[in-house]
Structures are given as structure tokens and as C-alpha cells.
Nanobody, 114 residues
């Protein structure tokens, strides 16, 4: 079992920045990949970025050049630095980690509005 707690969401103006953090506990030794997803109102949950145990990173096209994912070597924390935020980035952001199972955090709200 892995437990996840996200933090760092909030309200920010367009063009601003936020940093989301996800802290993992439990069987962290089994974690292979860590990722961020988001879900806007009325939309399906979508992939944002992930980082493998080897440190390889992947990003959705709509965040390339604006968001950066990072994780610590102990695989207990994964962060998402979000810059140049747009109103379309408004969503609940979810942390996801994968062992042989998939675990989700409770989500943190990000609202981009003037």
C-alpha cells in the first residue's frame, strides 16, 4: 500500500506560478513511476507529466516548456513546478504512483483566474 498527500494548489493569476508537491508513504520502495494528472470540470482526467524510476520524464504537449516534474531519489516526493499558468490549466491535479498497482492522491485544486 502507498499513501499519497498532495499540497500546493490554490488561486493564481494568469501568467503566475505554482508548485505542487506529493508526499508518498508506505511501500515507497515498490514505486516504479510517479505522475501528475488533472481533471477540469466536466472533462475526463488527463495525463500531465510523469517521471520514471530512471529519471526519464514525459510531458503532455499542452504543458511542455511550462511545467517541470521532479522527484527525489528515495521516491517519496514528486513535485510539479507550473509556470506561465493559463486559465485552461484550471483543474484538480492528482498525484499518481505506480507499483504493480496504481495509487491516487485526493487531488488539489488549481484555479487560474484574474
Amino acid at each position: 500500500q502507498v499513501q499519497l498527500v498532495e499540497s500546493g494548489g490554490g488561486l493564481v493569476q494568469p501568467g503566475g506560478s505554482l508548485r505542487l508537491t506529493c508526499a508518498a508513504s508506505g511501500e515507497t520502495w515498490a514505486i516504479r513511476d510517479m505522475a501528475w494528472y488533472r481533471q477540469a470540470p466536466g472533462a475526463q482526467r488527463e495525463f500531465v507529466a510523469d517521471i520514471s524510476s530512471a529519471g526519464e520524464k514525459n510531458y503532455a504537449d499542452f504543458v511542455k516548456g511550462r511545467f517541470t516534474i521532479s522527484g527525489d531519489r528515495a521516491k517519496t516526493t514528486v513535485s510539479l513546478q507550473m509556470n506561465s499558468l493559463k486559465p485552461d490549466d484550471t483543474a484538480v491535479y492528482y498525484c499518481n504512483v505506480r507499483t504493480v498497482l496504481s495509487y491516487w492522491g485526493q487531488g488539489t485544486q488549481v484555479t487560474v483566474s484574474s
